[in-house]
């Protein structure tokens, strides 16, 4: 059922290599390549619009579930709704993702809406990655939204990673803490060509003790542009940090604009970002290590973006 | 054997020029150790960059096992066997201890045990910092002793050291002179040591006074170390009166 293309696309945004994992839905250009529930997480077909439902019952714990999405179509666009319940006390894994094989010249775009309701005390380990490629001219293209709403005590662990292949993406993240609640969302990007990306991200920390963190890594290489806009908001006694950082190449651009607002005396919110080139000392201490030039920057990027 | 032939580097500034090294010309032999002591601004962290291919000379040659490596630049010669440990040495956001180890030592299968051991050579233990990131999180101190056990890692046949006892505490300072004592015994090693530390003064062959981009004295440290003592109260104007 799945070609070479596909295989490694799979691969590459959530290392599926054939083996059986527990929860899995696989999304081919827009329809339902393959799904399978098990007895604590249940899939199915949304019936008010594209996407799918996903309810994970009270108290899984160390289970899996994949739900990633590859286009091999050129010029297929679609926006799909996906919903997450994940009941109390749960611990779980979810990998979404987006591959995109374009090798037409017509655009292909996915543009996901995913959003979780985590229940009390429950935790979440979210990751996503987008990938794209293809020889056509047609430009791949993702935008994904996601809103989260975490309950009393539950937390939220997402890791969101693109590195090459997408031309535009525009990202939208808006995540509710409740009171004791914890989001780290760990954020890497990497950007060439005439790529652009937009980073938009609302953590609202609305209850007692909740706690936000930010980590933004990106590097923009050639003519491509960045633009972040981190906003932490604390609504009570509660801890936020926004952390933005960005290796600038060639000629790039990036603006990084990270607010932190607070509505509360006890709210304690620190922001930090900075933008800069390779160091050059960075370089030379790796070519006395034996690497060349090149090597160097590569290893100084892959550390950065790992 | 390190050869240095007549070795000038001249800076060019609005007011002129300025000469950092003049004319110098220099062999250390195999599994020696030197140190350059002198006088801040005397021209002794440009020598060791010469070496190291980190400023291009002026003028002059350098030859390293009988290879001209004038022309080479910092990769061949860090392939060559030649490694340099910086007297700041950079910080990597990203790169934690044991990744900058195995890029040093260039084995992608180094193993913690081998990680471990270069660490204890610079008295860190390995299991605080082999994960952790080359980062702001780490004081100078620490930096500084990574630094040199990189170049434990990488094993080159000639290592130099700028200034390695720099934001080092006692403690470790005592462990890190038994390590040079160490690759000194057991001649793994030509070592040139940047510094004005009596106890590494004291482990070296030939002690090399670079003042005013000029070697002015070189013997051993019996005949040396009173000369540095006497210059070191000369200099000092308001005393001498």
Request: glycine share 14%; charged share 25%; hydrophobic share 30%.
């Given at each position: 059922m799945f070609n070479e293309i596909d295989n490694s696309l799979l691969e590459k945004i959530a290392n599926l290599t054939g083996k059986s994992v527990d929860a899995l839905n696989i999304r081919k250009d827009s329809g339902c390549a393959a799904r399978q529930s098990t007895e604590h997480i249940e899939i199915t077909e949304r019936e008010d619009k594209r996407g799918i439902v996903i309810r994970i019952k009270d108290g899984t714990v160390g289970e899996k579930c994949y739900i990633p999405v590859i286009i091999t179509k050129t010029g297929l666009q679609e926006e799909?709704?996906?919903?997450?319940?994940?009941?109390?006390?749960?611990?779980?894994?979810?990998?979404?993702?987006?591959?995109?094989?374009?090798?037409?010249?017509?655009?292909?775009?996915?543009?996901?809406?995913?959003?979780?309701?985590?229940?009390?005390?429950?935790?979440?380990?979210?990751?996503?990655?987008?990938?794209?490629?293809?020889?056509?001219?047609?430009?791949?293209?993702?935008?994904?939204q996601t809103v989260v709403y975490l309950d009393e005590g539950a937390t939220m662990q997402m890791e969101t990673v693109q590195i090459r292949g997408v031309d535009s993406t525009k990202r939208s993240t808006k995540v509710v803490c409740g009171a004791g609640a914890e989001c780290v969302i760990t954020e890497r990007l990497l950007t060439h060509g005439h790529q652009e990306a937009v980073s938009d991200m609302e953590i609202v920390l609305d209850g007692e003790d909740a706690r936000g963190r930010v980590i933004s890594r990106s590097v923009a290489q050639d003519e491509s542009t960045q633009l972040f806009y981190p906003r932490m908001v604390g609504n009570t006694r509660c801890f936020g940090h926004v952390q933005c950082d960005t290796i600038i190449m060639?000629?790039?651009?990036?603006?990084?604009?990270?607010?932190?607002?607070?509505?509360?005396?006890?709210?304690?919110?620190?922001?930090?970002?900075?933008?800069?080139?390779?160091?050059?000392?960075?370089?030379l201490k790796l070519q006395t290590l034996g690497l060349t030039a090149e090597e160097a920057e590569e290893r100084i990027l892959d550390g950065f973006l790992a | 054997m390190l050869e240095l032939k007549n070795i000038t580097y001249r800076v060019s500034s609005p007011d002129g020029g300025q000469t950092i090294l003049n004319d110098i010309s220099l062999t250390i032999p195999d599994h020696k150790l030197v140190v350059f002591t002198g006088p801040n601004g005397g021209g002794k962290t440009t020598l060791a960059k010469v070496i190291m291919g980190l400023v291009t000379p002026t003028s002059g040659q350098i030859f390293y096992n009988g290879e001209d490596i004038t022309d080479l630049g910092i990769t061949e010669r860090a392939r060559r066997g030649i490694s340099y440990g910086f007297q700041q040495p950079p910080r990597f956001k990203g790169i934690t201890v044991r990744a900058l180890l195995t890029i040093a030592s260039g084995n992608e299968s180094l193993s913690k045990d081998q990680c471990c051991r270069y660490l204890t050579q610079v008295g860190l233990c390995a299991n605080d910092y082999l994960d952790r990131e080359v980062d702001v999180s780490l004081s100078g101190g620490e930096v500084k002793r990574i630094e040199i056990a990189t170049l434990l890692a990488r094993g080159s046949s000639m290592m130099i050291f700028d200034e390695p006892e720099a934001g080092i505490d006692l403690w470790s300072f005592a462990r890190l002179t038994e390590t040079f004592e160490q690759i000194h015994q057991t001649r793994t090693a030509t070592m040139i040591i940047i510094s004005h530390q009596e106890r590494i003064i004291s482990l070296a062959d030939e002690i090399i006074v670079v003042g005013g981009g000029e070697l002015r004295h070189r013997g051993t440290t019996e005949e040396i170390f009173p000369l540095i003592m006497a210059d070191t109260l000369g200099s000092c104007p308001v005393l001498s009166r």
């Open positions: 799909v709704y996906n919903d997450f319940y994940v009941g109390e006390n749960c611990d779980v894994e979810i990998v979404a993702g987006c591959g995109i094989h374009n090798s037409g010249c017509n655009e292909a775009r996915h543009d996901g809406v995913h959003t979780f309701h985590i229940g009390k005390n429950s935790r979440v380990l979210y990751a996503e990655k987008h990938y794209g490629e293809g020889d056509g001219e047609g430009k791949n293209v993702m935008n994904p060639g000629d790039a651009k990036v603006r990084s604009i990270p607010e932190i607002a607070a509505n509360s005396t006890e709210a304690q919110l620190i922001h930090e970002a900075a933008i800069g080139k390779i160091a050059g000392d960075q370089l | -």
